[in-house]
């Protein structure tokens, strides 16, 4: 808890939370009424988050999965941009919550009729939801639509800028994995992360997380594909993925995000797989009992071989999607805390 401020150490000691004494109590533990990108949060927000999300992986093992805590509140999730792992993951876990969940498809919306975003979020915001979660193809499009509404607005990926329930979903998936207790931070762990960094909204969150947990972070991509400046990040470059692998307890492979890319960036996806591919062969440079993830959807034979995604005990991807719903969960029902009048989280003016 070192860096926290005295006033929120004074309030963790009288917390009733079951956090109690790990956090600071109430809503400090969660001072933002949206969830715009990791890069909002302090490191003990996104333990938090990850903490909150665990009650939910137990219910979603149980035969039944429903809760009633958000009885009664709307949610919208309103996609600009293609989803199927998100947009799904956060339907199931606003139904579980107990919520009313409707779903926006832009391609089916009057978006098709030049209706400008301003005023798809005033029209949504005007049938009074109780919490928004947004994915737009422009980076900063979230932002802007939780400046115009009324309610708690979730990011559910904005362009190149952020994807942070992804981010929150891998960080609790490794926690997982490697059998970590609830409050464990992954100081230590190395973290190699391949592919399209520079294009990537999943890497951006995933190193803004990661190494605010305390994980050793090398990235790897190709030259066009690597951020100018990443290290100013916290994380190592490497185009020579053979040596980014060299000790990785973890290999996170992303897809090459053709959508976002104008012109050339690559000779041809059989070289990409030649140079960046995580083949079996590949994997064996990596620690032992490294694990694999990717964030989906996957380019196989590309920039991953079937071998390696289903390999029974290595591969993480399916456990990603299961976290995917706990962390979804946890985000929507935190952030409905202050409308539900939850006590300890009524307080006016948190910090956004
Ligand atoms: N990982 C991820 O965002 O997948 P979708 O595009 O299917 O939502």
Not at 314 to 325: A, C, D, K, P
Not at 327 to 347: D, F, K, N, Q, S
């Amino acid at each position: 808890m070192a860096g926290l401020p005295s006033r929120e150490l004074a309030l963790m000691q009288s917390s009733t939370h079951p956090q109690a004494g790990r956090y600071p109590a109430g809503g400090l533990a969660f001072p933002h009424r949206d969830l715009t990108g990791i890069g909002q949060l302090a490191r003990h927000e996104i333990l938090y988050l990850l903490d909150e999300a665990e009650q939910w992986v137990e219910l979603n093992r149980q035969p039944k999965k429903k809760t009633d805590l958000l009885n009664g509140l709307t949610i919208i999730n309103a996609f600009f941009e293609n989803s199927t792992r998100t947009l799904l993951s956060f339907e199931i876990a606003g139904k579980r919550l107990g919520a009313d969940v409707v779903n926006m498809h832009a391609a089916t919306s009057s978006v098709k009729k030049g209706e400008t975003l301003i005023d798809t979020a005033m029209t949504l915001n005007a049938m009074r939801a109780d919490a928004i979660v947004i994915r737009h193809a422009s980076s900063g499009a979230v932002r802007l639509i939780a400046e115009k509404v009324d309610c708690p607005v979730l990011n559910a990926g904005d362009g190149q800028h952020e994807h942070p329930t992804q981010a929150l979903l891998d960080a609790l998936t490794m926690r997982h994995a490697l059998g970590l207790p609830v409050g464990s931070d992954l100081n230590g762990l190395k973290v190699t992360i391949c592919g399209d960094i520079l294009h990537s909204r999943v890497a951006r969150s995933n190193i803004l997380s990661l190494t605010a947990l305390g994980a050793d972070v090398r990235v790897c991509a190709p030259p066009a594909l690597m951020p100018a400046e990443i290290e100013a990040m916290g994380v190592t470059p490497f185009f020579d993925f053979d040596a980014a692998l060299k000790g990785a307890n973890i290999v996170m492979m992303l897809r090459l995000q053709q959508e976002r890319m104008s012109g050339q960036f690559i000779p041809s996806p059989r070289e990409y797989r030649h140079l960046y591919g995580l083949t079996p062969e590949r994997l064996a440079r990596a620690e032992p009992d490294a694990f694999v993830m990717h964030p989906g959807p996957m380019n196989r034979g590309v920039e991953i071989d079937s071998t390696v995604a289903d390999h029974p005990t290595r591969s993480l991807i399916t456990r990603q999607v299961e976290m995917g719903v706990a962390i979804r969960m946890a985000c929507l029902e935190v952030l409905t805390r202050r409308a539900r009048g939850v006590p300890g989280w009524e307080a006016e003016g948190v910090p956004a």
